[in-house]
């Protein structure tokens, strides 16, 4: 049994292997007070050590407690308000006072049941919004750690992909998913021709609210990634990056031509018939051989048409010249 002059450390050393909503917001010596008077039935003898096991195991070890106080951003006052008007009254009830261990059963039970209900209706947090960002509100109050817990994301978004037309308007948007500060600022970073993450390669552009990034006519220099960071006063919140690749116009414009003739011809070199207008039988050219065939032919027609006249005129000029003989 500890003596008045250690109950400070024996209450600190009974509750530093587990921790509750009761250990975060209730203070050591309201706890000692508390436990003072505690006696055992059975034996009809006080035992403070007993007192703190009970306390223990109504509030510490309670998981319905710890549930309870599972509350949002800034609520954590309620819930130190609602244990001490439970405990609180006790504390000055049991001070200096015996009671038999049934009491001391009864009354924390109830104290406890009080508690769950109470706190239970507090706000819950909305949840934890993916893959990235420091997102205070989607913290949850953990009575066994009697901290916050944070979503645990990094602050580092993935990077995201855009394209975008040489000399067009170009709009890089810095959004998230969850609930901003009024007092942020945002900075606008440029690392040019790379993809990357690293802080190092970026250069500061423009600072301030704005969480739009505008480029009235995009050129080849502004391609490349760009970083966008939330800070709530000096501290950061999030850094998205996005990647903006320029595609030039001529290329382009190259690249449609080519896909317009690849499109319109089919095997054998034949077009396709124009869009809209009536289908026509596609003109079937000969084959080569078959044209070297043909024209053969018709050479050799016309070398035998020729022979077969010269050698149809040579016998009329044989007997004139015999008659001129003759005279």
Known sequence: MCTSALWLVCVSLLFSTSQSCFQCFVDVSDSARLCWGHI?????VRNVDACFRKLDRIFNNNQRVIEAGRV????????????????????????????KDTVYEERLQAAADNFIAAASKLPRVSGCFPPCGFQSAGAVYNCVTCKYDS????LDCPVKDIKVMENSRSRVQCEVPFRLPNDMEVIWRFAGEV??????????????????????????????????EIYSGPRSIVRLYYYLTVTPQVVRG?????????????PGGRLLPASGGPRRSPLLLPSPP??????????LLLFLSLGALYWSLQPEQKEDGEEDLGH
Not at 40 to 44: A, F, I, V
Not at 290 to 299: E, F, I, K, N
């Open 151 to 154: 979503c645990e994301f990094p």
């Open 290 to 299: 078959l044209l070297t065939a043909c024209l053969t032919s018709v050479l």
């Open 72 to 99: 949002g951003e800034g609520y954590e006052k309620r819930l130190k308000e609602l244990l001490e008007s439970e405990i609180l009254p006790m504390v000055e009830q049991f001070d200096k006072k015996e009671n």
């Open 40 to 44: 055992l039935t059975e034996h009809n």
């Open 254 to 266: 190259r690249t449609e031509l080519q896909e317009i003739f690849d499109l319109s011809l089919l």
């Open 195 to 228: 993809k990357t993450q690293q802080v190092d390669q970026f250069r500061e552009v423009t600072a301030g609210v704005d969480r739009i990034y505008s480029i009235r006519s995009t050129s080849l220099q502004h391609q490349g990634t760009y970083q966008c």
